[in-house]
């Protein structure tokens, strides 16, 4: 064999594994989660728009299907929804996508906002087992790290709190920072059914074989505040902002409110304020009155006296507008005093009704109409 013929043999060869080794890096290139991940940021932090009253009447201004929904959708002056790779970040204003983080070899398995942050956690086939936070005006990464959670998990969130909760434990993480503050398992005989966040700590509770149970953890060193006993039969916490209140997701109307320290406020059983299954019941507490909307009414218990004040029509969660609670109840959107319930504005809505269940928000001088389904912005 001539000494050319054996240089070109090795330049072949050497082109050979040149070409197959770019292949094999292709390859890779295309599994590898960069190269399946779209994100988009916004190059500019969001208007903050100034709040105003919601002119009437009112129209829909815009709408976006939504996949996997948050408690709160709006979030330092963007509407953020979650879909099936992702989370986008939408301009209330004109509707139009600011920033997006999707996905394509990922499903999104929840999130939550907070501290001006988006937390999403996403399922690869290893489970759900990647966490990551973005701001929520730019769509920027704020912190990565990866986790062991259950597919079924449920994220929520308070002030420098997320919490992700299954029906086996739950993991606190920081909300700006990716530290894990604590765990909680709970014990053997018990499942927990429902977990909330809020300024007195984390409210969960456990259905056991013997009981049913609600304890309260605190919220930056898990260790358990105070424990109590509840009716059997699945149940839906409210709030665990200024107090802890829990709402029986049966129909016998059974209200049970306790202060940080445990000590039971309330003690309600009346069908009328009975939970509706269609939407989430939530709870808000203002001065001495909780206010508690079971899905289909809006009422306000007195935690001093332990009485219905007043009760209205509402179909999703309200929020707050000026010296009242802005609800939909069906027909128009509708301003209650806070003290009272009477009904303080009527706001017409003009074409399209908003979708039934989810919550309100204020964005602006826009009305933020959030359900599992979809989201819609009304000015």
Known sequence: MSYRWRRHRRLLLWVAATVVGALLLGLHWMGSDYANTSLQTAGAEPVQLIEADPASPVAAAWESATGPADAHPVEDFTVVVGERHGVRGIDPETGLERWHYLRSSALLCDWTAVDGVVVAVFRTDAGCDEALALDAGTGKRVWYRNVNLSADVSMSSTNQL???ATDSGVAVFGTTDNGLRWRYRPPEDCSISDTLPGDVGVAVTLDCTSSARLLLLDGFTGEERWTGTLPAGAAQILTADGVVGVLALDLSGS??????????LVSLRE?????DTRSEPAAQLIGDQLAVFTGSTLFAVNVQTDGIEWVVPALHRPTLLGPGLLV???TDFVQHDLTTGAELRRISVEGSPPPIGGRLDRVGA???VSSPDGVAVYR
């Open 366 to 368: 826009a009305i933020v």
């Open 255 to 264: 209200l049970r409110i306790f202060d940080r320290d445990g000590v039971e």
């Open 271 to 275: 069908q009328s304020i009975a939970a």
């Open 328 to 330: 939909y109840d069906g």
């Open 162 to 164: 997320t919490v992700a």
